[in-house]
């Protein structure tokens, strides 16, 4: 995982929930924002990989956003917000092993031939006769 928090820029604001009157007095929302083209952490390929996979957080000017007001302390909810995007941002690099399709063996075509003849027989044995 690379570690681009540097790159990171933070804004702080009122956060609601919990907190008695500290609530109403001292910002501990912390918002966080990314631009992921001007990264110098990652080439152009992974830089497009990031922003296919998170184009309902990149905004039109490429800007990744993230807002955490879990905590009860500024601190504490800026450690979280780096956290998560550095995850989301690690995630979004993984590319999906290839998955070559196979065709079904013959027995297995068999078995299942077999099967389904099994509940056919089971279910017309079910039905009333005169």
Known sequence: MKDFSKELNFKTSRSSGAGGQNVNKVETAV???W???DSEFFNERQKDLIKEKLKNRINLEGFLFLS???S???LQNKKIAVEKILDL???ALVV???RAKTKPT???VEKRIQQKKQNSDKKENR????
Request: no cysteine; aromatic share 12%.
């Open 31 to 33: 918002a966080v924002s």
């Open 35 to 37: 631009h992921v083209d």
């Open 68 to 70: 955490v007001s879990e």
């Open 72 to 74: 009860r302390t500024q």
């Open 89 to 91: 941002v690690d995630k």
């Open 96 to 98: 999906p092993k290839f």
């Open 106 to 108: 013959r027995s297995s």
């Open 127 to 130: 039905r009333f006769r005169f």
